[in-house]
T-cell receptor, first 115, second 112 residues
Framework: DTEVTQTPKHLVMGMTNKKSLKCEQHMGHRAMYWYKQKAKKPPELMFVYSYEKLSINESVPSRFSPECPNSSLLNLHLHALQPEDSALYLC??????????????FGPGTRLTVL | GENVEQHPSTLSVQEGDSAVIKCTYSDSASNYFPWYKQELGKGPQLIIDIRSNVGEKKDQRIAVTLNKTAKHFSLHITETQPEDSAVYFCAASPAGYSTLTFGKGTMLLVSP
């Protein structure tokens, strides 16, 4: 089973709202990723967690706050977003992030609209 | 850092034709090259991948070839079907890391 699940599928929020995106995998993977994808563009890496520790932050604004409560779960907390943050947010996982080159498996994404 | 170029950006074929998408990479340290298919409103789905110790890999109608010397790799789809219509992304990953650098994507349109 190579399934990564994400909730919610769609999210509409105002610029003053606080919301969270959730991601889950049960493949025993120790690396999890957040990507942002704008229309007609490739996924753009935001964060990488390795063994529940943040290992890469691609200079993402602080209004995006990731959290990895355990090896199966990854959250992305959103606060004071801007309309230009509207995008498809993708979660992915792989067996490892460093020490080996492993396949990343993507979830279906959360379509976020910021009004 | 790594740079991945992907061509063409759009490819239209008739059902039953073959389709070829090409990518080049810049970092000779890259050694893993996956291809993802993304349908509208969905996440990218891995369709095939290749590592640098292999020159070609095939899975039914899909094949990938890798030329390490020239730093390019290609996706070949034979006997295309309308359900192959999607955006295809190539990517490259450096040895020892699972981070990906993506190409800009190719929109494949297969007409019945």
């Amino acid at each position: 089973d190579t399934e990564v699940t994400q909730t919610p599928k769609h999210l509409v929020m105002g610029m003053t709202n606080k919301k969270s995106l959730k991601c889950e995998q049960h493949m025993g993977h120790r690396a999890m990723y957040w990507y942002k994808q704008k229309a007609k563009k490739p996924p753009e890496l935001m964060f990488v967690y390795s063994y529940e520790k943040l290992s890469i932050n691609e200079s993402v604004p602080s209004r995006f706050s990731p959290e990895c409560p355990n090896s199966s779960l990854l959250n992305l907390h959103l606060h004071a977003l801007q309309p230009e943050d509207s995008a498809l947010y993708l979660c992915a996982s792989s067996r490892e992030a460093v020490t080996s080159t492993d396949t990343q498996y993507f979830g279906p994404g959360t379509r976020l609209t910021v009004l | 850092g790594e740079n991945v170029e992907q061509h063409p950006s759009t490819l239209s074929v008739q059902e039953g034709d073959s389709a070829v998408i090409k990518c080049t990479y810049s970092d000779s340290a890259s050694n893993y090259f996956p291809w993802y298919k993304q349908e509208l409103g969905k996440g990218p789905q891995l369709i095939i991948d290749i590592r640098s110790n292999v020159g070609e890999k095939k899975d039914q109608r899909i094949a990938v070839t890798l030329n390490k010397t020239a730093k390019h790799f290609s996706l070949h789809i034979t006997e295309t079907q309308p359900e192959d219509s999607a955006v295809y992304f190539c990517a490259a990953s450096p040895a020892g890391y699972s981070t990906l650098t993506f190409g800009k994507g190719t929109m494949l349109l297969v007409s019945p």
